[in-house]
């Protein structure tokens, strides 16, 4: 496969993980939204909950969005004595977020209002982001032979269902631990599997959740030593393969399935993989270097890899060329910080 390498840690580095700045920029939205829930609880005399963030901000999978739509996950945990009314009585879920939402709403500074959702209460930005509340009461259950286990709740539609978004994190990080060497490129094929899903405005709400790309990324990577632009793609045909054999993906730590048979969402990415794939064809015909940047370009809705400067190695190299560039180059935040993956 045509070495497109160098481009493709420089399209990540770019234009797909967040920069440092960026990432700030979500940590101060994120304790602004507590500090808002907290203040407004206070004010109406109700216990303050625990927090702790979850998702793809936790998992440090975020990628950019143009249009600056950025879901950023914070879990409120409270004490399930603490989620009661002024006679005592335990509050439904519903009840619970509309405790969360009335708080937030204390804010007249908010251009919108909080609103309920079917497992979280949403505060929407004007400029285009939100946090997700997710609602959850914590509880002590006591085994028959007096053995204790913390356990959590959330609050969906209509009842408390055992859950715990942590836990995702947590298999997200253990699998990241485990693939070793290949920890930082894991992460890479994961942030541009997410961002190609997204590439198109109007793909965003058909394709899979960042968790269930998450977890068919894990489950199909294929490491490739200094060649992001290879394991990409090879993961991509792993993943294809396994979405035409049967589009269930199993969530990695509960019971209720990320897609089942006959999933849209899943289909839908499926298919965009298949188009992807089918593009990605010419780097295998001894292409061109500018070839080989239009396939990607192409398959990103970008032009980031053809405006790439052509290599100066002596020898050729240049979008005319059919030598591969063996150049190594590390990948770095804009901010001038370290490694990153």
């Not at 009461?137 to 007096?146: A, E, L, N, P, Q």
């Not at 899979?208 to 045909?237: H, N, Y």
């Not at 400067?309 to 001038?336: C, F, M, Q």
Request: hydrophobic share 30%; charged share 35%; aromatic share 8%.
């Amino acid at each position: 496969m045509f070495d497109c390498h160098k481009e493709m840690s420089a399209f990540h580095g770019e234009k797909v993980t967040l920069a440092q700045s960026q990432r700030q920029a979500m940590h101060d939205r994120r304790n602004s939204g507590r500090t808002r829930l907290e203040k407004g609880l206070g004010r109406d005399g109700h216990p303050l909950p625990d927090h702790h963030s979850q998702g793809s901000y936790a998992m440090h999978t975020m990628v950019q969005d143009a249009d600056n739509e950025y879901d950023i996950d914070d879990g409120a945990y409270f004490k399930e004595g603490d989620l009661v009314d002024a006679d005592g009585r335990a509050l439904t879920p519903r009840e619970a977020k509309e405790r969360v939402r009335d708080a937030l709403a204390q804010d007249q500074r908010m251009a919108n209002d909080a609103e309920v959702h079917r497992n979280c209460v949403r505060q929407p930005y004007p400029q285009g982001y939100h946090i997700d509340i997710p609602v959850y009461r914590t509880f002590v259950d006591i085994d028959s032979h007096g053995g204790k286990t913390t356990k959590h709740e959330l609050a969906s539609e209509n009842a408390w269902e055992l859950s715990d978004a942590r836990k995702v994190t947590r298999w997200f990080q253990d699998h990241v631990a485990n693939a070793g060497d290949n920890a930082k490129q894991l992460r890479k094929v994961v942030r541009l599997t997410k961002f190609y899903a997204r590439s198109r405005k109007d793909w965003k709400e058909r394709t899979g959740s960042g968790i269930m790309i998450s977890r068919l990324v894990c489950d199909e990577f294929v490491p490739a030593k200094d060649r992001d632009d290879q394991s990409l793609r090879d993961t991509w045909e792993k993943v294809h393969a396994r979405l035409k054999r049967s589009l269930v993906v199993e969530h990695p730590v509960g019971e209720t399935p990320l897609a089942k048979e006959g999933d849209a969402k899943a289909a839908f990415l499926r298919d965009k993989l298949a188009e992807a794939l089918d593009t990605l064809l010419v780097l295998d015909d001894e292409p061109t270097r500018g070839e080989a940047r239009a396939a990607w370009d192409e398959t990103f809705a970008t032009s980031f890899f053809s405006r790439q400067p052509s290599p100066s190695n002596g020898g050729g190299g240049g979008n005319k060329s059919r030598v591969v560039v063996s150049t190594e180059a590390l990948d770095r935040r804009d901010d001038g910080g370290g490694r990153f993956g």
